[in-house]
Every structure is written in C-alpha cells, then in structure tokens.
C-alpha cells in the first residue's frame, strides 16, 4: 500500500505517534516480517498488516496523514475502510485454523490418557460397523457405494442364488439318461416297480458335489469384501494415531481370515448334511412333486405309443424331444418318477443353502464386532510385536509437525489481529480529533 507524504512523494509508510504502540516499532527499528514462510495461503493477508506495522513513531502526541491530491480526501479514511476487511479475514483463518487444530487428537503423556483414547477408538469403530454391517446406515459414507455394505451383501448374496441356480441344467437330448444310468446300476434283487431310497441319494449326491464349489467361492468373495470395509473404518478411527494402524490392520485381516475359514468349514458341513440326508418338513416339496407327476400320463402315452409326436412341453423342462427315451421303457417311468422328485426337492435344497448361508454371515458378522473384534485388536496391540499401549504416547511426527504449525499460525494471526485493532483506534482517535 503505497501513501502520499506530505512532500508529493509516494511512500510505504506513514508517520504516527503512539507513545506506548502495540506490535509498533519505532523509528530506525527494523523487525522480522510477521509472515511466515511456513503459511503462504495467508502471506498477502499478512504482508499488508506487516507494512502497517512498521510505522515510524513520532514523540508528537498526532498521526500526520498528508491529503490525497487525486482522490481529495485523507489517507485515514482510506485506511478505516480497508481494516474492517482485513480484520474480517483474519477472523476467518483464525477460526478454520482454530477448528482444525483442535480436530488433531489430544497428546497423551500418560497410559491412562491413551488407554482411554483406545477404547474410546474401539468403541467408535465398533459403532460404525453395527450401523454399516448390521443396520444398513451408510450416512457416515454417503458417497462411496462400496460402503453400503447392506446393499452390497444383498447383491453377492443374490449372484451366487443366481449360480447355484443356473447349475445342473442338462442338455435335452439327455432328459432322464442320468436317472436311468443310477436305476440300471443300482437294480437287485426286490420288488419291481419300487424306487429304492438309495437311488434318489445317488443322484442327490451326484447334483450337490457339482454345486459345492458354489458355497464356498460365496463365503470367500463375501469375507474379502467385509475384509475392505472393516479396514476402511478401522482405518478411519484410528488416522489420529497412525503407531496404531498398522497393528489393528493386522489384527483385522487376522480376524477376518478366521472368520472366513469358520465360514468354509460351516459349509463344508452343511454340503456334507444335505448329501446324507434328504429331508424337508416344506408343504412345498409334496404340492410341487405333485403338480410334476400329473404330467406322467401323457409322458407315458407318448413312450407306449410309437406313432405320437415325441415333442412334449414339461412343467420345470420345457419343450423336449422324449424320442430317445422309447428303448429304455422298462425303465423309463421309474426315471420319470425320480426325476419329478428330484427336481421338486432340489428346489428346497437351493433355498435351503441360500438362506442358510444369508443366516449364518448375519450371525457371524454380528459375532465379529460384538465378541471377537476387541479381543484380536488388544491382543496384536500387546503382543510382542505390537508395542503395546505405551506406543500411543509416541505422538507421529506429521501430527507434530502440524500441530507446531497450527499453533505457529494461530499465534501469528492473534498478534495480527491486535495491530490492525490497534492502528483502528488510533485512526479513531484521530478522526475524533479533526472533527474537534
């Protein structure tokens, strides 16, 4: 800001008195700028408050301000119009720099302050993750999709419904050779016409072996991404204390590869159960086996009489070409018979390993954050490698550093704001003592 004197001339600075000045020097005093080379976003704000400063004292008891011959008023004016603005900034920094620093988390100096620091970062995590995994509240992270973990869930949970569905479809021209395979190796000695129990597990087993992959890719792909998530938010409470991170990152991925193994022996078990048992207590399994086996008659009308059209559109098949099945009639109405079950308990099995399986992740990743999650992160925080608790009293030198330079900017920007409050009032003063 550059000031006319009272000679013509353009000057950078303009004689006041002020017998006691605040952050004023006197004349032939020369002190370091006020800003800082640390804080350049604030380094034009501070430069003109720095001119202001360095104001030459005089023992008069005045301000001598020339008149501007161009504009035809005094410079003081000028002056008291551009502080207030400038005293606006300067609150506005001082305010986001104020926040900002005390967002940074408090320096521990003893292990009772960083043990509560911990569990207070336990308990928020774990608060996260209920209304994230089990609740399905995504406010928290409103933006990013792969947080709405609910959703998500759905939709891996939904893609492998879909697989298990779209396996064991045979091909047309291969409608009932299968059941006809298992019923001429398995014939004996016994009563003819009779579907032997044996039989039906055979093909059961036979159907549950190709789709037991399925589960087990499931449970792999679902823990992988519940894996991401609970870093995310681990991660997130703990970005304070990064001496914490890497241990409770650790101690996540240690978990989660637990979870997911208790995971794939739970479904190798209910894989194992349903190819020894064929059970349901579902109405559905009769009324469906039913509505198939009232299609028998005009299957078998077709098998008996050679001359009909072999073409015929079975409820659950579709249309088929049942041509190829006329040399094994000694046979082929057994086949149609276990077919017809087969299919409508196969439907009970897949809904049973698809709700199942929905039951037991709900189960074990309410399990994870309610009983597991605190005891993996304390006992990889104490272990040997860990550090322990003592680790948090380390404060992290990037937090130290801006914590130094918050405190530097705050106490820059609280002087500065004095001298531009104390330049106010004497061009107060002066204005009061002109119009006097």
């Not at 005390?102 to 308990?123: C, D, G, K, W, Y």
């Not at 869930?153 to 697989?163: A, G």
């Amino acid at each position: 800001m550059a000031y006319q004197n009272t000679n013509g001339c353009i000057s950078d600075s303009i004689e006041i008195l002020d017998p006691k000045p605040l952050a004023v020097v006197a004349s032939g005093v020369v002190h370091p700028p006020i800003v800082a080379s640390f804080n350049d976003r604030i380094r034009p704000l501070l430069d003109c408050i720095d001119k202001l400063r360095h104001l030459n004292i005089m023992q008069e008891d005045a301000i001598i301000l020339a008149t501007d011959e161009i504009a035809g008023h005094g410079k003081a004016s000028i002056i008291s119009k551009c502080l207030p603005e400038i005293v606006r900034k300067i609150n506005d920094r001082l305010a986001v720099n104020l926040a900002e620093l005390n967002r940074l988390p408090q320096h521990l100096t003893s292990v009772a302050e960083a043990l509560t620091a911990f569990m207070r970062i336990l308990s928020s995590s774990k608060d996260s993750l209920k209304k994230i995994l089990l609740s399905g509240e995504f406010d928290e992270y409103p933006d990013d999709k792969e947080m709405h973990s609910a959703a998500r869930i759905v939709e891996i949970l939904n893609q492998y419904s879909n697989e298990l569905h779209s396996k064991n479809f045979e091909k047309a021209d291969e409608f009932l050779m299968e059941e006809i395979m298992v019923l001429q190796e398995t014939k004996g000695i016994g009563l003819p016409n009779f579907l032997p129990r044996a039989v039906f597990l055979n093909v059961l087993q036979r159907k549950v072996k190709e789709i037991a992959a399925s589960p087990e890719d499931f449970v792999g792909k679902l823990w992988n991404y519940l894996e991401r998530v609970v870093i995310i938010v681990l991660m997130y409470h703990c970005e304070n204390y990064p001496q914490l991170q890497s241990s409770t990152r650790r101690a996540a991925q240690n978990l989660i590869a637990k979870k997911k193994n208790e995971s794939v022996d739970w479904v190798r078990e209910i894989i194992g159960m349903e190819k020894l048992t064929d059970y349901t207590c579902n109405p559905d399994y009769l009324t469906t086996y039913s509505k198939f086996m009232a299609q028998q008659h005009t299957f078998m009308e077709i098998m008996n009489d050679h001359g009909k059209y072999s073409m015929i559109n079975l409820e659950g098949v579709g249309e088929i070409d049942v041509g190829h099945l006329r040399k094994h009639l000694d046979v082929v109405q057994q086949a149609f018979d276990l077919k017809m079950r087969m299919m409508a308990y196969w439907k009970i099995v897949l809904m049973r390993l698809v709700d199942s399986m929905a039951l037991h992740i709900m189960f074990s990743i309410r399990n994870m954050i309610n009983k597991e999650m605190e005891n993996e992160i304390i006992q990889d925080l104490m272990a040997p490698h860990g550090g322990g608790i003592e680790r948090m009293l380390d404060e992290s030198p990037l937090v130290a550093e801006k914590r130094n330079r918050l405190k530097k900017s705050v106490k820059l920007l609280k002087e500065s704001k004095e001298v531009v409050a104390n330049i106010m009032d004497r061009i107060s003063l002066y204005d009061d003592h002109e119009s006097d």
